[in-house]
């Protein structure tokens, strides 16, 4: 999964759990790994063969990892971190690469096995009905009247109703949109 992670006000750079909002990860101080409840895993292909935190009861599901990854080190981490997610769909795992020059171009990647169940939940918009049907009669007609005086000017001047209808409601998607 892409992640976005936050420049902070100091110029440092760091990825902070998508649930609780926790720092996991300082782009400064790489080797200063940080971990909340929601992290299950957290892999570095820095440390061979070793999780750096390893989340309450998925002590056996890493060591299962750890011995199939040295078993077949053609598939990469993830590949089998990947099939935790498919068998719990609120994991989600996040890899977050870093790169940079040492006596040549060298990278490491994290891969973050976090568990999203606690996420907060989008609150969806409901839709507030007119209190008074008197009200909600009055602002139709209201409505009414300015298309009406729209289209009439949009008339005067050459347009054809195919154009005018396709102005009507683009306006009227950019009215809904704003509210």
Known sequence: MSIAVDENEDGSITFNCPVCNAKLFDFENPDEVCACKHVKLYYTDALNDEFVHVGNGMEEVADNIIAKYVEDFDEGIEVHMEKLVKKNKNYEIFTVTTSGMACGPCSNTDYILIDLT????????????PKDDKVYIKRVKEMEKAISNYVRECRKMGMDDKRISNYIIYASNVIINKE
């Open 118 to 129: 606690d996420m907060p939940k989008k609150k969806e918009k409901k839709e507030k009905e």
